[in-house]
T-cell receptor, first 115, second 115 residues
Framework: EPEVTQTPSHQVTQMGQEVILRCVPISNHLYFYWYRQILGQKVEFLVSFYNNEISEKSEIFDDQFSVERPDGSNFTLKIRSTKLEDSAMYFC?????????????FGPGTRLLVL | GDSVTQMEGPVTLSEEAFLTINCTYTATGYPSLFWYVQYPGEGLQLLLKATKADDKGSNKGFEATYRKETTSFHLEKGSVQVSDSAVYFCALSEDPNFGNEKLTFGTGTRLTIIP
């Protein structure tokens, strides 16, 4: 069964450093998302991406964040200058252009720890 | 804005007990409703969904009925197993035909089943 994959599974970084989180969505999907879950809190929407542009972003997704689909398979989330409060589990998700478009399939997540 | 309120956890039950996890929502339109499950160390997996009022989603013995009149989508299972131990998230997305695809999640309910 096709699945969303994410790398790395864990990342530790120093405050102020740049990190790039990588995702490979399901191959025929066209809609891509990033969510995050701070420990003990809700899963929160960050950004959605379609047709090589951001379609919606949350208040969390400020200028320190960016997303890119550099090739036909990867979808990345970049945090330019990490803060302590960016420590969280980051989930990538994708959905397809069908009648089932509302169903998002999630990757296993990247746990980011900012020290 | 949209919101999802979920039953506080953790919930501990004995094997073969009946399970209910309550979920209510607030939305401006006609959302699709979902239950996602997160097993230890894994990402979010879609458990079931319902896209319109009175629909019943079901999977792996779990059921939930979309109740517009009570704005609820309670998760039930008649006889739980140890393997059902996980965190369960209720979520909604607005009608994707209007471009609002982001998922809004509840806080999650940790379920532990003891033999």
């Amino acid at each position: 069964e096709p699945e969303v994959t994410q790398t790395p599974s864990h990342q530790v970084t120093q405050m102020g450093q740049e990190v790039i989180l990588r995702c490979v969505p399901i191959s025929n999907h066209l809609y891509f998302y990033w969510y995050r879950q701070i420990l003990g809190q809700k899963v929160e929407f960050l950004v959605s991406f379609y047709n090589n542009e951001i379609s919606e972003k949350s208040e969390i997704f400020d200028d320190q964040f960016s997303v890119e689909r550099p090739d036909g398979s990867n979808f990345t989330l970049k945090i330019r200058s990490t803060k302590l409060e960016d420590s969280a589990m980051y989930f990538c998700a994708s959905s397809g252009e069908t009648a089932q478009r509302e169903t998002q399939y999630f990757g296993p997540g990247t746990r980011l720890l900012v020290l | 804005g949209d919101s999802v309120t979920q039953m506080e956890g953790p919930v501990t039950l004995s094997e073969e007990a009946f399970l209910t996890i309550n979920c209510t929502y607030t939305a401006t339109g006609y959302p699709s409703l979902f239950w996602y499950v997160q097993y230890p160390g894994e990402g979010l997996q879609l458990l079931l969904k319902a896209t319109k009022a009175d629909d019943k989603g079901s999977n792996k013995g779990f059921e939930a009925t979309y109740r517009k009149e009570t704005t609820s989508f309670h998760l039930e299972k008649g006889s739980v197993q140890v393997s059902d131990s996980a965190v369960y998230f209720c979520a909604l997305s607005e009608d994707p035909n209007f471009g609002n695809e982001k998922l809004t999640f509840g806080t999650g309910t940790r379920l532990t089943i003891i033999p």
